[in-house]
């Protein structure tokens, strides 16, 4: 029992990663909380499914539902928050707003009724893992999120695009002071959290199923995971996704009606402990 929760919280956690990394990425260099993220999450997963009925493949799914999220939030971008860039408030309220319409859309376009994908066989073997026989696809997501975690920290640490990210975290100002087009790499950034954001929706609706309200849940648990971990912080991200999950498993079997408070106690505290995140700077 003990070695099924550990390793449903693990999963969970990397699915979570991927969720948040776009997210803290976002915030780190253009100091907005994005609260569209959720609504790209479900908007991405749905795009995915309507992709799996047109071609059959679920890789051809989860590529749609990434590169589709992509272009939206490049067009949000680049039409709406550029009116709005520097103003905090308008800029969190836009996202909301953007947040609501995708979500109504949804609704719309696919329904009320949860929907989800079907992975290949070839992701869906039983593995003997840890001693407990357990689902393919879900060691899976484990490796797809360990995958994006190394591209990302290879992006950041080893492109010009990465240099000019972190640059821009530690100082805007000087950084478009020395030439290097901020604005260009926030759209960049921007494009990247939806492309990631699309990809976990699809993996999401494969992991369980895409329904009204999945949205708003996504979203809390990325903010749950980057304010833990530290906004901007990509270690952090990972750090917050593993004690979210793994607190979110283990409440959820021992105090189900209490699973909340346990998932939202640790951010609690290291808010009044530590505000910046525990790798925030």
């Known amino acids: 029992m003990l070695n099924l929760l550990f390793l449903n919280g693990l999963t969970y956690a990397a699915l979570l990663f991927v969720m948040a990394s776009g997210l803290t990425l976002a915030f780190g260099l253009m100091r907005i909380v994005n609260l569209s993220h959720g609504a790209y999450y479900l908007v991405g997963g749905y795009l995915g499914l309507t992709a799996f009925r047109i071609t059959g493949s679920w890789p051809l799914a989860l590529l749609a539902g990434g590169l589709s999220i992509a272009a939206i939030a490049c067009l949000i971008e680049r039409a709406l928050l550029v009116w709005v860039r520097g103003k905090e408030l308008p800029e969190s309220l836009l996202t909301l707003a953007v947040a609501m319409i995708l979500g ?49 920290w290879l992006l950041l640490m080893r492109t010009s695009l990465g240099m000019a990210v972190r640059a821009g975290v530690d100082d805007r100002e000087t950084t478009a002071a020395l030439g290097i087009n901020v604005g260009r790499t926030m759209t960049a950034v921007f494009m990247l959290a939806g492309l990631l954001a699309g990809f976990a929706g699809v993996i999401g609706g494969s992991y369980w199923a895409l329904a009204p309200g999945e949205d708003f849940q996504a979203l809390a648990l990325s903010l749950v995971t980057i304010v833990i971990g530290g906004m901007g912080s990509l270690i952090g991200a990972a750090v917050g996704a593993l004690i979210t999950a793994m607190t979110l498993s283990f409440a959820t079997a021992y105090f189900p009606d209490f699973s909340l408070f346990f998932v939202f106690a640790p951010m609690a505290l290291v808010l009044a402990v530590r505000p910046q995140g525990l790798f925030g700077r």
């Open 104 to 152: 109504d859309a949804a609704v719309a376009v696919w329904g009320g009724n949860p929907l989800n994908l079907q992975p290949p066989a070839l992701l869906t073997p039983r593995l003997h893992v840890l001693g407990v026989v357990y689902p393919g696809f879900r060691v899976f997501v484990l490796i797809f999120g360990v995958l994006v975690g190394i591209g990302l």
